[in-house]
């Protein structure tokens, strides 16, 4: 069984579309990420969610908003897209960073977005 | 804010030579991770260090965590062709575990 899942794995849109990345782990892990890596190759964490609450949320534009409905899940919903979100987007699972042990992240497949 | 920074950004290395990737923090680690993509996949969990000066190895992978903690190297003796893939460090600042990944060091080995 997949770890940490993403639908779709490929998205191809237009400009100024609303869209939706769907993530889902099945480790019971406490929180849940969302990545975005650019063309060239730079991954930056753009939302997490511990415990359903959001406990980072980067220097990203407000179009993004991550949901989640359980602590199994976060999605992404990206509204009036732009050229520039052209990227893959990982969904990524831990445990609670804080705790103790190796606290390594579990990343789902990605997503590759193309804004046309 | 946090910066960590990763050289080389590309590496091209004839099979059976080694290779080693550099990654500094601008700020003190309470810990570094190390990550591995392959071409087309996704980044996959190789190890983390934690104590100051700790070495660990898996097989022909050596990591290394300076003793200020503000440094890591990743080694790999003699590479295979199936360590082609993008190399991440990824440090973890404060108590929230925010990953901050460098850029990655891209390795190519030709057989």
């Known amino acids: 069984d997949t770890a940490v899942s993403q639908t779709p794995k490929y998205l191809v849109t237009q400009m100024g579309n609303d869209k939706s990345i769907k993530c889902e782990q099945n480790l019971g892990h406490d929180t849940m990420y969302w990545y975005k890596q650019d063309s060239k190759k730079f991954l930056k964490i753009m939302f997490s969610?511990?415990?359903?609450?959001?406990?980072i949320n980067e220097t990203v534009p407000n179009r993004f908003s991550p949901k989640s409905p359980d602590k199994a899940h976060l999605n992404l919903h990206i509204n009036s897209l732009e050229l520039g979100d052209s990227a893959v987007y990982f969904c990524?699972?831990?445990?609670?960073?804080?705790?103790?042990?190796?606290?390594?992240?579990?990343f789902g497949p990605g997503t590759r977005l193309t804004v046309l | 804010g946090q910066q960590v920074m990763q050289i080389p950004q590309y590496q091209h290395v004839q099979e059976g030579e080694d290779f080693t990737t550099y990654c500094n923090s601008s700020?003190?680690?309470?810990?570094i991770q190390w990550y591995k993509q392959r071409p087309g996949g996704h980044p996959v969990f190789l190890i983390q260090?934690?104590?100051?000066?700790e070495v660990k190895k898996q097989k022909r992978l050596t990591f290394q965590f300076g003793e200020a903690k503000k440094n890591s190297s990743l080694h790999i003796t003699a590479t295979q062709t199936t360590d082609v893939g993008t190399y991440f460090c990824a440090g973890i600042e404060g108590s929230q575990g925010n990953l901050i990944f460098g850029k990655g060091t891209k390795l190519s080995v030709k057989p």
């Open positions: 700020t003190t680690l309470s810990n």
């Open positions: 969610y511990n415990n359903k609450e959001l406990i």
């Open positions: 990524a699972s831990s445990q609670d960073p804080g705790a103790a042990g190796d606290n390594e992240q579990f």
């Open positions: 260090l934690v104590k100051s000066g």
